[in-house]
């Protein structure tokens, strides 16, 4: 089976760089997303690494090893917008031509003042 | 550009009643799917679509239907409501083409079995 462990929760200050991590294990890998899901309103994609190694958006970069089925969104200069939950999900089938993902069960990030 | 809509947003059902939830794409997307999201938890898999005409079932598809007649629409039906199946549903979409397109989600829609 397929399961995705990153951490239930985080708290970080305004202004400050904050880090989640997730590790996977599934039967397939076609690469690592982070959606980013405000309270009441639906998952928004952040990012995607199908291959090692960082990739860098605006404030957001994401990271993916490969070799040790582990990935991490990082956050940069915190805004109390950034409060939300954020989900990573491994791409791990592409029978059939489907597009499936599976979801983290979300790491929920307080900014605080 | 509407992008993905659902409706309705919020529903009581009584346990053992059915209902329709409506999902329609504006995008052209051959990819669309239905998650369910319990609190505190993941989205999890019910049922997707690869095209028209083509529906498989996901990792919790016990309970649900679904049909692609179009490539616009696909819709989600449930059958007998039981309380298991109060959740907040999304459905999603995303284009043909390279493994890392985006998964465009709909707002939700709220559904209370009683």
């Known amino acids: 089976g397929q399961s995705l462990e990153q951490p239930s929760e985080v708290t970080a200050v305004e202004g400050a760089i904050v880090q989640i991590n997730c590790t996977y294990q599934?039967?397939?890998?076609?690469?690592l997303s982070w959606y980013q899901q405000h309270d009441g309103g639906a998952p928004t994609f952040l990012s995607y690494?199908?291959?090692?190694g960082l990739e860098e958006t605006g404030r957001f970069s994401s990271f993916l090893s490969r070799s040790d089925s582990y990935g991490y969104l990082l956050l940069q200069e915190l805004q109390m917008k950034d409060s939300a939950s954020y989900f990573c999900a491994v791409r791990d089938s592409l029978s059939g031509s489907a597009r499936q993902l599976t979801f983290g069960s979300g790491t929920q990030l307080t900014v605080l003042p | 550009n509407a992008g993905v809509t659902q409706t309705p947003k919020f529903q009581v059902l009584k346990t053992g009643q059915s209902m329709t939830l409506q999902c329609a794409q504006d995008?052209?997307?051959?990819?669309m799917s239905w998650y369910r999201q319990d609190p505190g938890m993941g989205l999890r898999l019910i049922h997707y679509s690869v095209g028209a005409g083509i529906t498989d079932q996901g990792e919790v598809p016990n309970g649900y239907n679904v049909s692609r007649s179009t490539t616009e629409d696909f819709p989600l039906r449930l059958l007998s409501a039981a309380p298991s199946q109060t959740s907040v549903y999304f459905c999603?979409?995303?284009?043909?083409?390279?493994?890392?397109?985006?998964?465009?989600f709909g707002e939700g829609s709220w559904l209370t079995v009683v």
């Open positions: 599934t039967s397939g890998f076609y690469g």
């Open positions: 999603a979409s995303s284009p043909t083409g390279a493994i890392g397109n985006t998964i465009y």
């Open positions: 995008m052209n997307h051959e990819y």
């Open positions: 690494n199908a291959l090692d």
